[in-house]
T-cell receptor, first 114, second 113 residues
Framework: AQSVTQPDIHITVSEGASLELRCNYS??????LFWYVQSPGQGLQLLLK??????LVQGIKGFEAEFKRSQSSFNLRKPSVHWSDAAEYFC????????????FGTGTRLLVSP | DAGVTQSPTHLIKTRGQQVTLRCSPK?????VSWYQQALGQGPQFIFQ???????QRGNFPDRFSGHQFPNYSSELNVNALLLGDSALYLC????????????FGSGTRLTVV
């Protein structure tokens, strides 16, 4: 069965510092991978997605992620964090062709310190 | 262009009661999926509706049921509410013409007391 692991429950980063959020997935075929962000009380906003091709994917708000098949990872990065980036981040894998269920990790809460 | 609209925003129900949550998909979308997000957890897939039929279902009991209307809007019904049903319920719409092109609503926060 498909699964996603986000090993860090909370991460605190100083404003202006770089960020990396980890994501490992388990999926038998070529995965469709996503990163979503959720602000308190809000729905999910898509940051970026990987379907195929270039393994370094650019997203919105200055985020990028790199797909590494050998490590089953899809880590999210940002070179300089802003206070407004504080939120919950979810990694997800698309499960199954022809039917598009998303399987989410448990999320990483990002705190940004001044 | 409106995105996905969910109503109500918040809801408080008593154990054993029944609840109906509503979702209007983004314009141009024909598929609606429902997810349950318990506190501190990632969203869990409940089911997906397309052409007014349930296309696939996650690991949820029959107390959870749904419906899709001809205008593509959808309802999620939960019967015999349990305390454990307290969660944020997210609706996501998509188009069969665009793979994995989900748009999520802001959700309905259900509290069961």
């Amino acid at each position: 069965a498909q699964s996603v692991t986000q090993p860090d429950i909370h991460i605190t980063v100083s404003e202006g510092a770089s960020l990396e959020l980890r994501c490992n997935y388990s999926y038998g075929a070529t995965p469709y991978l996503f990163w979503y962000v959720q602000s308190p009380g809000q729905g999910l906003q898509l940051l970026l997605k990987y379907f195929s091709g270039d393994t370094l994917v650019q997203g919105i708000k200055g985020f990028e992620a790199e797909f590494k098949r050998s490590q089953s990872s899809f880590n999210l990065r940002k070179p300089s964090v802003h206070w407004s980036d504080a939120a919950e981040y979810f990694c997800a894998v698309g499960a199954g062709t022809g039917f598009q269920k998303l399987v989410f990790g448990t999320g990483t809460r990002l705190l940004v310190s001044p | 262009d409106a995105g996905v609209t969910q109503s109500p925003t918040h809801l408080i129900k008593t154990r054993g009661q029944q609840v109906t949550l509503r979702c209007s998909p983004k314009s141009g979308h024909d598929t609606v999926s429902w997810y349950q997000q318990a506190l501190g957890q990632g969203p869990q897939f409940i089911f997906q509706y397309y052409e007014e039929e349930e296309r696939q279902r996650g690991n949820f009991p029959d107390r959870f049921s749904g419906h899709q209307f001809p205008n593509y809007s959808s309802e999620l019904n939960v019967n015999a509410l349990l305390l454990g049903d307290s969660a944020l319920y997210l609706c996501a719409s998509s188009s069969t013409r665009k793979e994995y092109g989900y748009t999520f609503g802001s959700g309905t926060r259900l509290t069961v007391v």
